[in-house]
């Protein structure tokens, strides 16, 4: 049986959310404005089958795909949002459920950390994906399960707030967001993110 943990749909992905999409994929890239489906299940190689299912009858384009022991994530996008709609439907009909059998987003840890230390910041820049954190930015860390919804979260964050994007994990046991700018436009991220993480409903954990 194939169970759904992450299923989020973005109605307008924001210009660093693309770029950092386009830097790590090896799928079709993105580009600003078009509408996204975040996807995960388990276990993770139907990911493949159902992949197949919903290029086959959705005008949508695979951003990334990835296969894990556990888990498997998709992310589809397309410029109509009624095409990306559609893909997200082809999935729960594959999968024989609806939206509200997904697994509800669940915050395992959320830090701010104001006036990055210099050696902080080059830290953070070593592993980073996305763009570079300053000295004396502040830094939100968000840390979600299923990680499928990270990416949800940071193009929230994007639209409500002028933040960088430093790092999104999107796959993997759990997903993680990392954000820097100042401690104002930090707050209203924080907020953001977490508002539309809670606004999700579906399964308990």
Known sequence: MIDLRAFAFIDQLQKQMVAYIGSASRGYYPVTGQAALFLEIAPGVEIN???????KKA????????????????????DDPDDVRLAGEVVLDYLGCSEADRLRP??????V??????????IVNRFRAASLSL??????ILEVVPAGYAGYAANEA???????????????????????GSTSD?????????????SLDGRNH
Do not use: C, F, W
């Not at 930090?186 to 809670?198: D, G, Y």
């Open 49 to 55: 089958t159902i992949t197949d299912a919903v290029m």
């Open 186 to 198: 930090i707050q209203a991220a924080r907020e953001a993110a977490e508002t539309a993480l809670a």
């Open 106 to 111: 669940k915050i395992l840890s959320s830090e």
């Open 135 to 140: 000295s004396d930015d502040t830094l939100y």
């Open 113 to 122: 950390i104001e006036r990055l230390n210099p050696y902080m910041s080059q």
């Open 158 to 180: 994007e639209k409500a707030a002028d933040i960088t994007i430093n790092h999104v994990s999107v796959y993997g046991a759990s997903g993680r967001v990392y954000l820097a």
């Open 59 to 78: 005008n949508v384009r695979p951003g990334a795909l990835v296969v894990e022991r556990s888990y498997g994530m998709l992310e589809v996008h397309a």
